[in-house]
């Protein structure tokens, strides 16, 4: 209570009304700093004293606060004040009776009282005679000075009276509205389905307000707040005039439609989005919103957090209490984000991430607090499970490492064994090389020795012409074991056949089909077709090549 005392005074200081507290009898008990623009005195001056010592004497019907408590709210109908410079000013004052815990009996009083911002000048009877002309001349000057629209019409709805704000609004001139029916000026539908039905209200004594569509000719369609206020005769307690006190309220009515949808809007995405909403004051002293997820998250009810603004840390996990010590230096760092579990009533677990910023004034003060809550529990699982996900992946690959070194060990081992046998088989490589030379060799100067001297001498007796073909053939031959033309036509870029090979060798000594067809003892058409598939292997084919010349050309 505290609290809310101190911000309700804060409110009564800055309030541009006057706001007063009475004792049940009427006596001022506080009056705020707005007495000095309303009358002209000072708190110190009022507090003590009866209003009622302020009032005109033609207003003392209203017989001050001291006899209101009766009512628990009040309003009274407008009446004059006196300023301390001696003028008076027009007012009216709204209340409310606090009546007292227990026996119902009645308490303090407090009022609000407004300047109402007009003059009547049309009740210059009700002012004394001395001061008549200057009070007039006053009330004149407020009324055509004051930014709000004032006219006074009578029980014919004639215009007796209005002011330059309401001359100026309508874009006309003042011989062109007094003395002239309302309904003359207004729409005739604006009139009978509003302005006349609010007029014949105002006429039996009631204080009338309404807001109407009005299309102003330059302007367009315009709100219009209508204040009627019942003013009395000179002799009569007869309703004879009213005042109309007119405003316009489009840019307000637009302004609130605005709000209203942004408001809409904000609602709209606060109390249905899964995240808490929140807004409070400093220290989380008051909480000023938190949007309905709160009781989903929490488990929790929004009412007891508004009336406990502290009850959410019953929900927090004991090991994460340690985080909201100091909640103001923990705001007053500026932007703010932490996580902590909360136990909600079914035993249940939940991560909370809780992000949000001080709002400050021009002097940097902190004003509110703006949070989003969101539950994150599922994040926390899905990092858990990544973690540990991770954590089995590292073991993995560090076993997938330890194997893949071992296996790189064993082929280490297995290439220096496999180095060691190439080198081995290298040297049976070479040893056979040498093996075969030798064995060439020795062919050679066996052939040399025991054959070639042996042919000599059957060269030089008498053979006939087949045996000399036979002698030349077996010279031929072991020529070619000293001649590389026999491993050429060997090898697999020609791959003759043992037969495809013989023949070559006797078309290289000049031999023709018939005559190798005889020492082969084959067909002469079989030398031919032999022929033509060495041909082929050589590359001979089609081309006007000798392969005699070309078999002696390989070396």
């Not at 007119?246 to 809409?264: A, G, P, S, V």
């Not at 009533?345 to 809550?373: C, E, H, M």
């Not at 060798?505 to 022929?531: C, F, P, Q, Y």
């Amino acid at each position: 209570m505290e609290r809310n005392d101190g911000f309700y005074q804060l409110l009564a200081e800055y309030s541009s009304d006057l706001v007063t507290l009475h004792s049940p009898d009427g006596v001022c008990m506080y009056v705020s700093p707005a007495c000095r623009d309303l009358i002209g005195y000072g708190p110190e001056e009022l507090v003590g004293r009866m209003p009622s010592e302020f009032f005109h004497s033609d207003d003392l019907e209203i017989k001050g606060l001291e006899t209101i408590p009766g009512k628990e709210r009040f309003h009274t109908r407008p009446y004059r004040i006196r300023h301390k410079n001696g003028h008076y000013v027009w007012v009216e004052t709204t209340g409310r009776t606090v009546m007292k815990s227990g026996a119902g009996e009645a308490g303090s009083i407090v009022a609000t009282t407004r300047d109402l911002g007009w003059g009547k000048s049309l009740e210059r009877q009700t002012i004394p005679s001395e001061n008549k002309d200057r009070l007039f001349e006053e009330y004149e000057k407020v009324l055509e000075s004051t930014p709000n629209m004032v006219c006074v019409v009578d029980r014919e709805y004639t215009f007796r009276m209005v002011n330059h704000a309401y001359l100026a609004y309508r874009g006309a001139k003042r011989d062109e509205v007094i003395g002239r029916k309302a309904f003359e000026l207004l729409p005739e539908n604006v009139f009978n389905q509003t302005v006349r039905s609010f007029l014949e209200k105002s006429f039996k004594g009631e204080r009338v307000k309404y807001e109407m569509e009005y299309a102003h000719p330059d302007k367009g369609p315009r709100w219009l707040e209508v204040n009627y206020y019942p003013i009395k005769g000179i002799d009569s307690e007869e309703v004879d005039r009213v005042a109309a006190l007119i405003l316009d309220i489009t840019e307000k009515k637009q302004f609130l439609k605005e709000l209203q949808e942004k408001e809409e809007k904000f609602r709209l995405i606060t109390e249905t989005v899964q995240d808490v909403f929140w807004v409070s004051t400093p220290g989380i002293q008051e909480m000023l919103y938190v949007s309905p997820a709160y009781e989903t998250a929490w488990g929790r009810s929004r009412k007891r957090l508004y009336e406990e603004p502290h009850s959410f840390l019953d929900a927090i996990h004991p090991d994460d209490r340690k985080k909201f010590r100091n909640f103001e230096a923990l705001h007053a760092r500026g932007v703010w984000n932490y996580e902590y579990r909360i136990l909600r009533p079914d035993k249940s677990v939940a991560w909370v991430q809780d992000r949000g910023y001080p709002v400050t004034d021009d002097a940097g003060n902190i004003r509110f607090l703006v949070g989003v809550a969101a539950d994150v529990t599922e994040l926390k699982q899905f990092q858990e499970e990544l973690k540990k996900i991770n954590r089995n992946l590292d073991k993995k690959v560090k076993n997938r490492t330890a194997d893949l070194e071992n296996a790189n060990r064993e082929l280490q081992e297995k290439t220096e064994t496999l180095r060691e046998l190439n080198t081995a088989l290298r040297v049976v490589i070479d040893n056979k090389d040498e093996a075969r030379e030798d064995l060439k060799e020795h062919v050679i100067s066996h052939l040399k020795t025991h054959i070639v001297p042996y042919l000599d001498k059957l060269k030089l007796s008498s053979l006939d012409p087949l045996q000399e073909t036979y002698v030349k053939v077996i010279e031929f031959n072991i020529e070619q074991a000293f001649d590389p033309l026999v491993s050429k036509l060997n090898s697999r870029y020609f791959n003759l056949s043992p037969a495809e090979i013989k023949i070559a060798n006797l078309i290289k000594i000049g031999k023709t089909s018939k005559e190798i067809a005889g020492v082969m003892n084959i067909s002469k058409g079989t030398v031919d077709w032999h022929r033509i598939q060495i041909r082929k292997k050589m590359g001979l084919q089609n081309k006007k090549i000798s392969l005699r010349n070309k078999l002696c050309s390989l070396k």
